[in-house]
């Protein structure tokens, strides 16, 4: 069984910057995509950022210009890196990956933005 755990959340002022990791038990090479989603208070789990295997990317349009998503194949890790956060970016941060058909969850890490 795929275990992924995720770290690196916190609380921030706005403007700052977190940078998420995203570590899995078994080499990121068998998975299709890695990505990260967030659920905030009341809302609908959203697609933050995804990363294929063949290196595309895609990113949520509130998040474009701010977020990076990148990897680390030698450490089976994902990473989020986060700049310029706001107040609507916090909520709870989950890491994805994808072996079609299945797909396995992290267990979520709080990212909170505020003064």
């Known amino acids: 069984q795929v275990q992924l755990v995720e770290s690196g959340g916190g609380l921030v002022q706005p403007g700052g910057s977190l940078r998420l990791s995203c570590a899995a038990s078994e080499s990121i090479l068998i998975f299709n995509a890695m990505g990260w989603y967030r659920q905030a208070p009341g809302k609908q789990r959203e697609l933050v950022a995804v990363?294929?295997?063949?290196?595309?990317?895609n990113y949520a349009d509130s998040v474009k210009g701010r977020f990076t998503i990148s990897n680390d194949n030698a450490k089976n890790t994902v990473y989020l890196q986060m700049n310029s956060l706001k107040p609507e970016d916090t909520a709870v941060y989950y890491c994805?990956?994808?072996?079609?058909?299945?797909?396995?969850w992290g267990q979520g890490t709080q990212v909170s933005i505020s003064s």
């Open positions: 994805n990956a994808v072996q079609w058909p299945n797909d396995f």
């Open positions: 990363m294929s295997n063949g290196g595309n990317t």
